[in-house]
């Protein structure tokens, strides 16, 4: 007899993804085997030229769309024989950049019932770091080198240092490929100028991104995606377990023989299609600006993709779950990172991260937050001072700066800007839920930031003297008010005045009195913040 | 006939034979399986008919293109260095004694052999006044009404034949002794073999005699001068501008007008004709004298297909041969659960194909069946493929079927069912744009237990039930999940989901096919250079690539054994001293007809086996969706190498081909009497018949080609 499924069960162990990308639109299908490995069922590629329009326009057409839902519709066709139900449809560069976006997810909705996530720039890297850390990870051989990651989006080109297992630093810098033929425009009809160009273009990064980098010197370049696979096998790379590595000879070689060809004379010669072959230059040209910077042995080209990111999430949430706590870590650890750019007060920055969090655990019930609020928090308190480093008048100010500028794995911008205005407000005197000037947040994350800023200035306060006073905190919340236990033996006068003046804020947020109560010196040390 | 044994001037300047001579001389093979006297009569009949529409085809499609090259001013060259003009013109010398033989076949052989079977084709001179009474009331009653009379004259243009009609050509004269041509279609809707009641035996009349003796009943007041038959055959090659085509279907429904008026090609018209009947035909058709057929007998032989199936002459028949069961799915209730565990091979029409038809109806049937995906390219009148199908879509299953409405001579009945098809549910596409697709894929995707599962039977053959049971062809059942996943892939590009993925097992053409099999020759040759045994069988239709018969040479100068058992058109050209020393290619007609392409590379040992729907033709290699796999399974692989050996061994029904490209007998002498046809019959008999024992009977043992040692 056959082997048949007791019940719809099955259909649960498949998932889909549609990716709406620059240059084209993908599908996967795939099914998660009872190994845990993830088994594609399905692999659609359709070209289709987004980003021309989005780059030098700064909108998508809309014929486009009646195209793109067509092979959308196909998709989707493939994905109902499998009986999928759950099927996430992301996009990234092309519908970020687009100024009708909104429009045109919803045109794509209504002719092809897809709900389109447009995927950040951040979270789109996340994801991908995220599964370059895995796959590095699981190489005993790899996971415990430096290495530089790079990522090249058609918008960006995002960067991020690794050492002993976690990312050290990331940062998006947007000289994406297409961004390179928005930039060049006409000239790409003299491919003998363009490569020269690009170059020179190029250059002019090359010390603000060496600047940045943490550590000067990496064992290997660590990169993955189509283009660096294709330059890998033009570069006659050497494959081991999935893995392929370039070497910094053949990769110059490489250069040197493509560099001033036309994208047909490339086409050609590596039989390879012309369009493929056009984004090859402004991608050879980016590999070799980061090997200009950063001295390296080679490049290691591995196999993470964004879709496999995407597909285990929604196939594996053991996996999943894990994986967004390991990217808080990131998170933090890179926070860190970004203070110690700016020689924070790292024992502050600690206490006050520490007391936010009892804080924070303490008013569960009263601010009703979530795993993300408690994450921007942690954030916001390790770099509420960090523009100290800058200037102490308006530090406060410079600290926004540094923060809305940054990316941090594993926090999107919108939540980034949150954690700004909480570092711009923290010290703010006689502030007002009426006079917080949050600008462009929605009324969601306004409310959302001021019960952070809340938090964070009584937690700032608590260690207002910048030196170890306080063994420990507990708060409580009572019926009547949040009581806060100061376990120490010293004089904290400064700091109960330092609170003082910032419960009013406080209870206008919540509602609640806060009243600080001296508790018995403890043995017990604080914890301590993980991660 | 020509004399196989005559010595032929080597007109051959060239490395390479052409095409249409090459192909002349397959459908000479065919003859002389026509003029075999140890072949049942009927059969004789038979492989007759087939020639004579083979011939027509070859007019319709080739000619024809020849000829249009001709009127557009094309001075290029074949491949042999012949130009259009000097092809047709050797072409029509050719077909001229092809015509002689064929009917000296007809009329000094087979018709006498009839008439010992008594089985008589009769004059109306023959007849007594009973049977021209019992005659004439037929044609009044029947033939009379459905008969269209057309004058020809300044008011009244020539009237548009239709392609490979019968007619007559009248010359009347009228009252005032005026002269007249008309034209009598031979209704194609009545029998052309009128029977005839005799007290013994059968008797037949054909109905163009028929008329011809009653003509003076449809020329009222004009005396009848003379009566020719006539045929004509047009241009049939579709030309369908697809680019602009919005729906290809209508298109095509469009241009197959066309081809009922394509120009004219050949005049075919009964031997001493009036020459003034004659040339007035020639001269309205605009018809060129080389291009026109004096046939002594009977016009079109392919009519005498119907004559095969007299009743009660069943033992002038090939002894009827029951396709036999594949014993690893025999009495199995499910074919999915057989080939969940191994490849199975079958050898069509040796083996059943009843098991393909079982395969499909299980997956329409099945709960846990989720898709099912098919290539159609010709299917039998009434499919059980196209019926079933059209079951699994009402049963909900996402049918998925790609119908190739361009396939010649098809594209009228491939609409109409491909209609059915849509009407049912199924989700119909028509390939992709400028490429036909010929591959023959059956992909069924499954829910199981363990995750999705896919059942793939790829193979050389149309899913055609009827054609399986005459062609040779060989298709492979696999759940292997490197032939599901491209067999996934290959139908996403066909519905233009998505872009050519890497292949995994497949080779696909347009896409590098032509490469694949470059590079694979050449890695034999590289064996031959470092002193390795190196060798490869090819069994195809057709071999024409430039590309590939060039490499074929280039490895055969380094020593590579190369067996080409090539059944119609092969323009290498083998034996020639320096250049394909190592090359013989043998060319097997029989009562099956020679269908499965094979490709066997030694691999320095570790031999490879593909099979694959494409033949080596720049057709089949660049305009066409084709695709080749590997066989993985080493019994499998060693059953299709002993079916090769097989092949090659034949003495009875093999041909090889000499340098200057004549194909003769090989030399039994001193060989076991083989008959390779034969063979796979008694085999598949016995392996069925043994079934269990699968693994211990080998299809072949071969002899060995090379010296012992």
């Known amino acids: ?531 | 006939m020509k004399n196989p044994n005559e010595p032929r001037k080597d007109k051959e300047q060239n490395l390479f034979f052409n095409r249409e001579l090459s192909w002349l001389d397959f459908n000479f093979r065919v003859l002389e399986e026509a003029m075999d006297t140890r072949n049942p009569l009927l059969e004789r009949i038979k492989f007759l008919a087939i020639t004579g529409s083979n011939l027509d085809e070859f007019f319709m499609i080739r000619v024809a293109g020849l000829m249009e090259q001709v009127e557009a001013g094309y001075t290029g060259r074949d491949l042999s260095g012949r130009t259009s003009r000097q092809q047709l013109e050797e072409i029509s010398q050719k077909v001229h004694l092809m015509v002689k033989n064929q009917y000296n076949c007809l009329v000094r052989s087979i018709l006498p052999a009839l008439k010992k079977e008594k089985v008589f084709f009769l004059g109306i001179k023959d007849l007594d006044p009973d049977q021209v009474e019992s005659l004439d009331h037929y044609f009044r009653s029947t033939v009379f009404p459905v008969i269209t009379p057309m004058a020809v004259d300044q008011g009244r243009p020539f009237p548009q034949l239709p392609n490979k009609s019968l007619n007559q050509a009248v010359y009347l004269k009228g009252p005032e002794k005026e002269e007249l041509l008309a034209v009598v279609q031979v209704p194609s809707v009545l029998p052309r073999f009128v029977p005839v009641s005799l007290e013994e035996g059968q008797g037949y009349i054909l109905m163009e005699n028929v008329i011809a003796h009653f003509a003076s009943l449809l020329f009222k007041g004009y005396h009848v001068e003379g009566m020719v038959p006539f045929r004509l055959t047009r241009n049939a090659d579709l030309s369908i501008d697809e680019d602009d085509a919005q729906d290809l279907l209508v298109e095509i429904e469009k241009s197959l007008q066309q081809r009922r008026s394509g120009f004219p090609v050949r005049l075919e018209i009964a031997h001493k004709a009036k020459p003034r009947l004659r040339d007035a035909l020639l001269h309205m058709l605009e018809i060129e004298s080389g291009d026109v057929y004096e046939v002594p007998g009977p016009i079109d032989l392919s009519a005498w297909m119907k004559l095969t199936a007299l009743p009660g002459k069943e033992a002038l028949l090939f002894e009827h041969v029951a396709p036999r069961p594949v014993p690893a799915l025999y009495d199995q209730p499910s074919v999915f659960d057989v080939v969940r565990d191994k490849d199975v091979l079958l050898h069509h029409p040796y083996q059943s194909f009843e098991h393909v038809l079982d395969f499909l109806k299980e997956a329409a049937r099945d709960p846990n069946v989720l898709a099912i995906k098919q290539t159609l390219y010709r299917v039998s009148g009434n499919s059980p493929v196209v019926e079933t199908l059209m079951e699994a879509a009402q049963n909900g299953k996402q049918v998925t079927v790609l119908v190739e409405l361009k396939a010649r001579f098809d594209e009228e009945n491939n609409i109409q069912w491909a209609r059915k098809l849509e009407k049912a549910g199924c989700y119909v596409v028509y390939g992709l744009v400028g490429l036909k697709t010929h591959c023959k894929v059956l992909l069924v995707v499954r829910r199981e237990d363990e995750g999705i599962a896919r059942y793939v039977h790829l193979s050389t053959g149309n899913y055609n039930d009827s054609t399986a049971r005459l062609y040779t062809d060989i298709g492979l059942f696999t759940s292997n999940e490197l032939f599901g996943g491209d067999a996934s892939s290959l139908f996403n590009v066909l519905t233009g989901y998505s872009l050519p993925p890497q292949w995994k097992v497949f080779s696909v053409a347009p896409l590098g096919l032509r490469d694949r099999f470059l590079d694979l020759i050449r890695r034999e040759a590289q064996f031959a250079r470092e002193g390795m045994g190196a060798r490869l069988i090819f069994k195809v239709n057709s071999l024409l690539d430039q590309t590939i018969i060039q490499e074929l040479y280039k490895a055969s100068q380094q020593g590579v054994q190369v067996d080409l058992i090539v059944r119609g058109i092969c323009s290498l050209r083998p034996g020639l001293p320096g250049v394909s020393d190592n090359i013989r290619v043998v060319s097997i007609v029989g009562r099956f007809l020679e269908h499965s392409r094979v490709f066997y590379f030694e691999n320095a040992g570790s031999p490879e086996v593909f099979l694959g729907s494409a033949d080596m033709m720049p057709r089949n290699l660049d305009r066409r969706i084709e695709t080749i796999f590997p066989v993985l399974d080493e019994s499998l692989r060693n059953q299709l190498l002993g079916f090769l050996e097989l092949q090659l061994s034949d003495t009875l029904r093999a041909r090889q081909a000499d340098a200057q490209g004549a194909y003769r007998f090989v030399d039994g002498r001193g060989k076991e009497a083989v008959d390779s046809q034969h063979r796979m019959i008694q085999w598949a008999k016995e392996l069925f018949q043994q079934r269990g024992e699968e693994e211990l009977k080998p299809l072949f043992q071969p002899a060995r080609h090379r010296d012992e040692g």
């Open chain 1, 1 to 531: 007899m056959n082997p048949a499924p007791k019940s719809d069960s099955s259909s649960a162990r498949t998932a889909a993804v549609i990716q709406i990308s620059s240059d084209g639109l993908y599908c996967e299908v795939a099914e998660a085997r009872k190994d845990d490995s993830l088994k594609i069922l399905e692999r659609l590629e359709h070209p289709f030229n987004f980003a021309q329009d989005t780059f030098s326009t700064g909108k998508i057409r809309y014929d486009k769309v009646e195209k793109t839902c067509e092979v959308l519709n196909g998709f989707k066709k493939i994905i109902q024989e499998y009986r999928v139900s759950r099927v996430r449809t992301t996009a990234t560069t092309a519908l970020r950049e687009a100024s009708n976006a909104r429009f045109i997810i919803d045109q794509i909705n209504a002719k092809t019932h897809l709900n389109v996530e447009v995927l950040e720039d951040a979270k789109e890297k996340s994801y991908i770091y995220g599964q370059m850390l895995d796959v590095i990870n699981r190489s005993p051989r790899y996971s415990k080198e430096d290495l530089l990651m790079a990522y090249i989006g058609t918008g960006s080109l995002g960067i991020a240092e690794f050492s002993g297992g976690s990312i050290l630093f990331s940062q998006n810098i947007r000289i994406g490929t297409l961004k390179l033929f928005e930039i060049l425009g006409d000239l790409q009809d003299s491919y003998d100028r363009f490569s020269m160009i690009v170059n020179e273009y190029l250059s002019s990064f090359k010390h603000p991104i060496h600047s940045l980098l943490p550590l000067k010197k990496v064992k290997r370049l660590v990169s993955c995606g189509k283009e660096i696979q294709m330059i890998a096998r033009l570069c006659n790379a050497k494959e081991k377990d999935d893995f392929l590595s370039i070497s910094q000879k053949a990769f110059f070689d490489a250069f040197e023989q493509i560099k001033d060809q036309t994208p047909r004379q490339v086409a050609e010669k590596y039989k390879i299609p012309e369009t493929k072959a056009q984004i090859l230059l402004p991608f050879f040209g980016i590999y070799r600006m980061l090997l200009d910077i950063i001295e390296t042995d080679s490049i290691l080209v591995i196999p993470a993709r964004l879709t496999d990111a995407l597909l285990r999430e929604m196939l594996f949430k053991e996996e999943a779950k894990k994986k967004k706590a390991d990217l808080e870590k990131t998170s933090l650890l890179s926070a860190r990172n970004l203070g110690e750019r700016f020689f924070y007060d790292t024992g502050h920055a600690q206490r006050v991260e520490t007391y936010c969090l009892e804080l924070f655990d303490g008013m569960k019930k009263i601010h009703r937050l979530g795993q993300r609020p408690r994450l921007m928090l942690r954030v916001a308190a390790i770099l509420h001072d960090a523009g100290k480093y800058i200037h102490l008048k308006k530090h406060a100010l410079h600290s926004f700066n540094i923060i809305k500028d940054s990316e941090l794995p594993g926090l999107t911008s919108r939540e980034l800007q949150v954690v700004a205005h909480v570092a711009r407000l923290h010290s703010q005197e006689f502030l007002d839920v009426d006079n917080m000037e949050l600008g462009p947040l929605t009324v969601e994350e306004s409310i959302l930031t001021a019960k952070l800023l809340a938090i964070l200035r009584i937690a700032d306060a608590l260690d207002r003297s910048h030196s170890e006073k306080i063994d420990r905190i507990g708060v409580k919340a009572k019926p009547e008010e949040i009581r806060v236990v100061v376990h120490t033996a010293r004089d904290i006068s400064l700091e109960t005045w330092a609170v003082e003046k910032k419960v009013d804020f406080f209870e206008e947020v919540f509602g609640y009195k806060l009243r600080l109560k001296r508790g018995k010196p403890d043995e017990k040390p604080q914890r301590t913040p993980e991660g």
